[in-house]
């Protein structure tokens, strides 16, 4: 796995010829600020667990060792029944929703000049999110982007099936066309989730983020191939 130093000389065995290139949203081009754990708390009120209890802590814990994961998988494995995790699912979208209304959604500083560097490179960018598609149009409206990238997914576009499944990175290949090849792609992302569904899509390059969730332990267990400080150097670790 490469570090951010070594940008200058770049693995060209796993750069030379991407054409697609997968982002994940929050924590990666997306600031999160503790906004999923803001409106996480939504979602456990909503289920009637006591804000001081061990389990709400637990809970807790499980949200923040499976970010990037679809968040209805997550309350699935938090709260059992189907109907249990729809009501937690809905009460976080609502949540996250507010917080995106009252302004506290931004990009990662760099974040939209990396994408506009990638697509004036001839590279196809695609953003992908654990989120419902509500909650990414939500975000993408706050900040303009509606218009800044060729693609947007969500686990529902992809049948369902959020990361750490490879579904959306597929999607994201076979729907945009943009590689021939699935080494032709580089899937970056702040979470081991991200890295492993890159992994599992066969991508030529699968490189961690430092402005999220997770950290270089859990991106090297995961299978990266770099790690990055933040999305704004993947320009540079592409040659663009």
Not at 151 to 168: E, I, N, Q, S, V
Not at 169 to 179: D, E, I, M, S
Not at 219 to 232: E, P, Q, R
Request: proline share 4%; net charge negative.
């Amino acid at each position: 796995m490469n570090s951010p130093n070594s940008r200058t000389s770049p693995d060209t065995s796993t750069v030379h010829g991407i054409r697609l290139v997968v982002l994940d949203m929050a924590g990666t081009t997306v600031a999160d600020d503790g906004l999923v754990e803001r409106a996480f708390a939504a979602a456990a009120d909503e289920l009637g667990v006591d804000p001081g209890s061990p389990e709400r802590a637990g809970q807790l814990a499980y949200v923040r060792a499976t970010m990037g994961e679809s968040k209805i998988s997550v309350f699935r494995h938090l709260f059992g029944t189907e109907e249990r995790a729809r009501r937690a699912n809905s009460a976080f979208e609502a949540a996250y929703g507010a917080l995106v209304d009252a302004g506290l959604s931004a990009p990662i500083p760099g974040a939209r000049k990396a994408v506009e560097a990638l697509r004036a490179g001839g590279l196809t960018v695609v953003l992908t999110t654990g989120f419902a598609r509500i909650t990414q149009d939500a975000i993408l409206d706050a900040l303009g982007w509606r218009d800044l990238v060729a693609l947007t997914l969500c686990p529902a576009d992809a049948g369902g099936r959020g990361r750490p499944f490879p579904d959306m990175v597929l999607q994201a290949f076979l729907r945009t066309g943009a590689a021939d090849d699935v080494r032709q792609i580089a899937v970056v992302g702040d979470t081991s989730y991200d890295v492993l569904s890159g992994v599992r899509a066969g991508a030529g390059l699968v490189a961690g983020v430092r402005t999220g969730a997770h950290g270089d332990a859990e991106f090297a267990a995961a299978g990266a191939t770099h790690v990055l400080d933040s999305v704004a150097g993947l320009p540079v670790l592409l040659g663009l």
